[in-house]
């Protein structure tokens, strides 16, 4: 069984009907794979909707949020990440604090992170992900 997490960018995917990408879900959580939304990606898919009043995509992520598992964060995930920073800060190649949290959190639960931005994510040494389109 592989364990996924959804990148705010998938989720954003999914929230305007993209079918293909619904379809790619479908299909693993079929296989008995399974979906979490890393509290980071939670706090701005739902930052962003809010931001914007967009009341029928608030209800679509609240039932997303039902059917894949939103996670939380813990000291280890914290320590995780500030590895990380400490790496890519030493190595000249920063990301954005928020893609750090959510690689942290990905390695310490063992999730392969589903995402549209390998480019930045794939700096963090250990993360596993795969990159949906």
């Given at each position: 069984m592989k364990k996924y997490a959804l990148d705010s960018n998938i989720i954003s995917y999914l929230l305007k009907n993209n079918i293909s990408l619904a379809e790619k879900v479908e299909k693993e959580q079929k296989k008995g794979n399974t979906f979490n939304i890393p509290p980071v990606v939670y706090y701005e898919v739902r930052r962003g909707l809010v931001s914007v009043n967009a009341t029928?995509?608030?209800?679509?992520f609240d039932k997303?949020?039902?059917n894949f598992k939103v996670g939380e964060m813990n000291r280890k995930i914290w320590n995780e990440a500030v590895k990380i920073y400490a790496n890519l800060k030493n190595q000249g190649k920063l990301i954005e604090d928020a893609d750090i949290f959510i690689?942290?959190?990905c390695i310490v639960n063992d999730y392969i992170l589903v995402t549209n931005n390998s480019s930045h994510l794939g700096r963090i040494n250990g993360l596993n992900f795969i990159e949906w389109k």
């Open positions: 029928a995509k608030i209800k679509r997303l949020c039902v690689g942290a959190y």
